[in-house]
């Protein structure tokens, strides 16, 4: 299965739209990604931390990006790509 | 006054939403595993894996046989939770009595919302975009509509995914009755349907002509609970989640480690009794009976239920309650679950015991206020030691569901 499960921080441009905060452009694996689709938002709580998973879509790939709302980082977790 | 009630059924639910969180899993066969080990179990599969026979409950050895490039994803119980939290917010703009039944599924009561049932068609379609365009594009339910709880639900049961159908009418009601099998019913399984079959009660019809009196003799009061829903009769109505008390609260685990170790078996007894007691307390409760024991791996097993003198509130209580009824009947075999309950529940009762005072209990509270703000384990028995990933959070599908609806967005800063 195409899937790689990672947990690094990543570079990123977000703006804030009508539904609240959106990821924009990030960079991973010294490329940038522009992110297409916003398909999926939930959120879990990690300990005190609170986390807030982006399931985005770009150039026919899928992340899932993770924004953690203490430290105020973002991390990617999950890519998949066919 | 002319009652309305929904009943809202999302399809395919876990696997819809991992196919909304990554479009690439789409259109293809798709299940959602408990465990991905050979002997896991699929809890929740696509549209497009039931097609070939990929249906809840088949483990993950038979479905990779049956389709080998199945996409097989362990559950996530956050990303569910969460999504249902953003749904149920959708559906409480339309009524404050709503009653979440299960992670996937709702009763609204519209009664005073809507008219006719034509508004609430319109209401349904509504809904329906709304969960399109705010949750996810993928997500798709069935509703029905109908004026009780159990045909607004037999209505959603029986029409197609993404669709809705309204009974509006005794004739409407009939008309469908006569179209589907007793067991297609909300409640009627194979042993009732059996069981009815011996009252010589073989379709929805004679279930509804039959009479109420001998249903009662043959099945007690539920025999009364079949006769009203077949005839259009509400037995209880929509409750909100503060008016549900829950029958009974539990946990149990497939242990990965089935020989009979009984240091082990006590260590997962003390999480599921942990777990259990979170939610004890969670709601405010105390159970006045326990439930307790394990199933065999080649068959069989052990359970006992024991009314308990003192309410059981904390963990402590839970789990020397629970252990005293299994070191008595200590496996000899390899296990393959155990599960513990505690049932009979009320509202606490402030009144101090003569022998024993409030100290454990406000202990217990404490700690839960620890491990709710820096999460599970934080602080635990030391017979939990190295348990972290074992027993984990997993969606039951019990029929109340600790949504928080007030929740209307998410916030995240």
């Not at chain 2, 956050?78 to 009595?97: M, V």
């Not at chain 2, 009627?188 to 009662?216: D, F, H, S, T, W």
Request: aromatic fraction near 10%; charged fraction near 25%; glycine fraction near 6%.
């Amino acid at each position: 299965m195409p899937i790689t499960k990672t947990n690094e921080q990543i570079e990123i441009i977000t703006i804030f739209t009508i539904n609240g905060l959106q990821p924009f452009i990030f960079k991973w694996a010294g490329k940038k990604f522009k992110v297409e689709k916003v398909n999926l938002v939930h959120e879990q709580k990690q300990g005190d931390d609170k986390l807030v998973y982006f399931s985005v879509t770009s150039e026919n790939n899928y992340f899932k990006l993770v924004f953690n709302t203490n430290s105020l980082k973002w991390f990617i977790e999950e890519i998949y790509h066919e | 006054m002319q009652k309305f009630i929904l009943h809202l059924d999302m399809n395919s639910y876990f696997a819809s939403v991992e196919q909304q969180a990554n479009p690439l899993y789409r259109h293809k066969p798709l299940g959602v595993c408990a465990y991905l080990s050979p002997r896991g179990c699929i809890i929740a599969s696509s549209k497009e894996a039931k097609k070939i026979g990929i249906k809840t409950g088949t483990n993950v050895a038979e479905a990779k046989k049956l389709y080998p490039n199945i996409i097989l994803l362990e559950n996530e119980p956050a990303k569910y939770r969460s999504t249902t939290t953003k749904i149920f917010s959708i559906l409480s703009d339309y009524t404050d009595r709503l009653e979440p039944y299960s992670i996937d599924e709702a009763f609204l009561d519209l009664t005073g919302h809507i008219k006719t049932y034509e508004q609430g068609e319109k209401l349904i379609l509504e809904i329906k975009q709304r969960i399109t365009k705010e949750v996810g594009d993928w997500l798709t339910c069935s509703a029905g509509l109908s004026w009780t709880r159990f045909l607004a639900k037999f209505a959603s049961d029986i029409c197609r995914a993404d669709s809705h159908l309204v009974l509006d009418s005794k004739i409407s009601m009939l008309e469908k009755f006569n179209q589907v099998e007793m067991t297609e019913a909300w409640g009627i399984g194979k042993n009732i349907e059996r069981r009815l079959n011996q009252l010589e009660i073989y379709n929805l019809i004679e279930l509804k002509n039959y009479p109420v009196a001998n249903l009662m003799q043959a099945f007690g009061k539920p025999g009364y609970f079949l006769w009203a829903n077949a005839n259009g009769i509400e037995i209880e109505g929509v409750r909100t989640q503060q008016e549900i008390i829950p029958k009974s609260i539990g946990h149990s685990y497939c242990v990965p480690k089935q020989e009979p170790d009984l240091q082990y078996i006590k260590a997962i007894l003390m999480k599921l009794c942990e777990k259990t007691g979170r939610r004890l307390r969670q709601n405010n409760l105390e159970a006045k009976k326990i439930y307790t024991g394990y199933s065999l791996k080649y068959g069989g097993g052990f359970f006992k239920s024991k009314k308990i003198s003192e309410p059981l509130y904390t963990t402590e209580d839970i789990f020397n309650n629970a252990w005293k009824i299994i070191s008595q009947h200590p496996p000899q075999q390899k296990i393959k679950m155990i599960a513990i309950s505690v049932s009979s529940l009320g509202p606490i009762s402030d009144q101090l015991n003569m022998f024993t005072n409030n100290v454990h209990k406000n202990i217990s509270q404490a700690l839960d206020k620890i491990n709710q703000k820096f999460g599970e384990h934080t602080v635990y028995s030391g017979k939990m030691w190295g348990l972290e990933m074992q027993a984990k959070d997993r969606i039951g599908f019990r029929k109340t569901v600790d949504i928080n609806l007030k929740e209307d967005e998410i916030k995240y800063l």
